[in-house]
């Protein structure tokens, strides 16, 4: 397949590199050589110091025959732009990164592909979407609605009072239990279990079940005492922290700590709710947390553009008595000794942008993808074709590669759970749990 990527920022990088992994073949082109040349000997690409902009560069760089053309530049209007261009040259589709919430409106989706623009993606609007669901269920390090809520997949830390330690799966789960565990992150390593593996304490566990079942749940992992949260306090003004107090539920009082005035007076104009309070100030400031009344706060969300920053903030938060605490790490090198430190969610935009991204890349019906920021691992839900290899025998017998497990699948709107006796069917949505960048191996057996 070949891709072309513009914009060597964070999000480019990462998916450049992650793409190349893949063996496939990526052109990565920035105006800033600078950028570029850290990149090529470390990754197997083609990097190219040109504007996308430009018609003759885009030519150049090939985007006649490119399979995918995903713009990410910082500048929104160049995004769009390039975008238009490339397809008018004749690439398949384009991808192009945003920071306008008007234009993700669904009303507009046609105009866009009129355009040339198959999808677009707002990192910053999609790290909200995840935040304000990690700090609806406080219980929870991440939770993802699959198929409009038939299917829930929970990543819990278990805890000394959870009940399932020390256990064999095979011992813990029959063919009739509402669960299953699809995976474990175990300090650095991801683990897809078989019936001989153990839980253990401090794993982060991740769970496929239905909604009837998650107070069970709750139950045996110990944290039926988790409150729910009902006020939140955001460190950092930007268009994360923006759009994750518009998305907070009316029930929660939402309060932002901004250090620069100019931005304070802009977030209260747009904001424009009662429910949220926006103050000027430092949040790294512990008398002024404590003044803002943080030993009485559920959750605390740090969203500045600075990663050590946050992650040195919730750990303050946690120690000032805050159970449920969210960093955000853009720096992808901190992610691992984010969870060491055990402070909470982590939410990152390169892998929530690459999540989106890479669905495109995929040939079969895909419906959703989802990169596990902590666990090295995707989430997939495909929808299953007539006479698809997974149709023709009991999912035991379908010899998926290693490190590939079904959670669960949905059938006429019914969340399923999957045994190795289970036969998939004709339009089911099957979800498929994956070490990182597996997906692609899945294609023959679902189209």
């Known amino acids: 397949m070949k891709i072309i990527i513009a914009g060597a920022g964070a999000v480019g990088t990462h998916l450049a590199g992650l793409l190349s992994k893949e063996n496939q073949d990526i052109t990565l082109m920035d105006e800033n050589e600078e950028k570029l040349s850290k990149l090529s000997d470390d990754f197997d690409l083609l990097t190219l110091n040109l504007t996308p902009t430009s018609i003759e560069n885009l030519k150049e760089a090939g985007a006649a025959h490119a399979d995918l053309f995903i713009a990410v530049t910082p500048d929104e209007s160049k995004n769009i732009t390039c975008c238009m261009l490339a397809n008018s040259l004749g690439t398949k589709k384009t991808v192009a990164r945003i920071d306008n919430a008007e234009y993700t409106d669904p009303q507009y989706k046609e105009l866009f592909n009129k355009l040339g623009i198959n999808s677009l993606i707002y990192p910053e609007m999609l790290a909200a979407s995840d935040i304000v669901e990690s700090i609806k269920h406080s219980w929870v390090r991440q939770?993802?609605?699959?198929?409009?809520?038939?299917?829930?997949?929970?990543?819990?830390?278990?805890?000394?009072?959870?009940?399932?330690?020390?256990?064999?799966?095979?011992?813990?789960?029959?063919p009739d239990t509402n669960y299953h565990i699809v995976a474990i992150k175990r300090d650095e390593q991801t683990i897809i279990p078989n019936g001989d593996s153990v839980l253990m304490l401090n794993d982060i566990v991740y769970f496929m079940t239905t909604k009837k079942y998650i107070p069970y749940i709750r139950k045996i992992v110990g944290k039926e005492e988790y409150a729910d949260v009902k006020n939140v306090m955001i460190m950092g003004g930007g268009r994360t922290a923006m759009h994750s107090a518009q998305k907070a539920p009316g029930y929660m009082e939402v309060k932002i700590i901004e250090s620069d005035s100019k931005r304070c007076n802009e977030l209260n104009e747009l904001l424009g709710n009662d429910d949220i309070m926006v103050i000027n100030g430092d949040a790294r400031d512990t008398s002024l947390l404590i003044n803002e009344g943080i030993q009485h706060t559920q959750a605390f969300v740090a969203l500045t553009g600075q990663s050590e920053s946050n992650?040195?903030?919730?750990?303050?938060?946690?120690?000032?008595?805050?159970?449920?605490?969210?960093?955000?790490?853009?720096?992808?090198?901190?992610?691992?000794?984010?969870?060491?430190?055990?402070?909470?969610?982590?939410?990152?935009?390169?892998?929530?942008?690459?999540?989106?991204?890479?669905?495109?890349?995929?040939?079969?019906?895909?419906?959703?993808?989802?990169?596990?920021?902590?666990a090295n691992a995707d989430v997939a839900e495909f929808v299953v074709k007539p006479m698809a290899k997974v149709t023709r025998k009991p999912v035991k017998d379908l010899g998926l590669p290693a490190g590939v497990t079904i959670g669960g699948l949905v059938r006429n709107g019914t969340g399923m759970l999957v045994s190795g006796m289970t036969q998939i069917?004709?339009?089911?949505?099957?979800?498929?749990?994956?070490r990182s960048m597996l997906i692609k191996k899945l294609d023959k057996f679902f189209a």
Not at 156 to 161: P, Q, S
Not at 425 to 434: K, L, P, R
């Open 143 to 174: 939770w993802w609605d699959i198929h409009n809520g038939a299917l829930i997949m929970l990543g819990i830390k278990l805890r000394e009072t959870a009940e399932i330690l020390d256990i064999p799966l095979k011992t813990l789960c029959g």
């Open 425 to 434: 069917q004709e339009g089911d949505s099957v979800v498929v749990f994956c």
């Open 311 to 374: 992650i040195l903030a919730c750990l303050t938060a946690k120690r000032l008595g805050v159970r449920k605490t969210v960093a955000l790490v853009d720096n992808l090198d901190y992610v691992t000794m984010a969870e060491k430190l055990d402070i909470g969610t982590i939410i990152n935009k390169k892998t929530i942008a690459a999540s989106h991204i890479y669905q495109m890349m995929l040939n079969a019906d895909v419906t959703n993808v989802k990169c596990l920021t902590i």
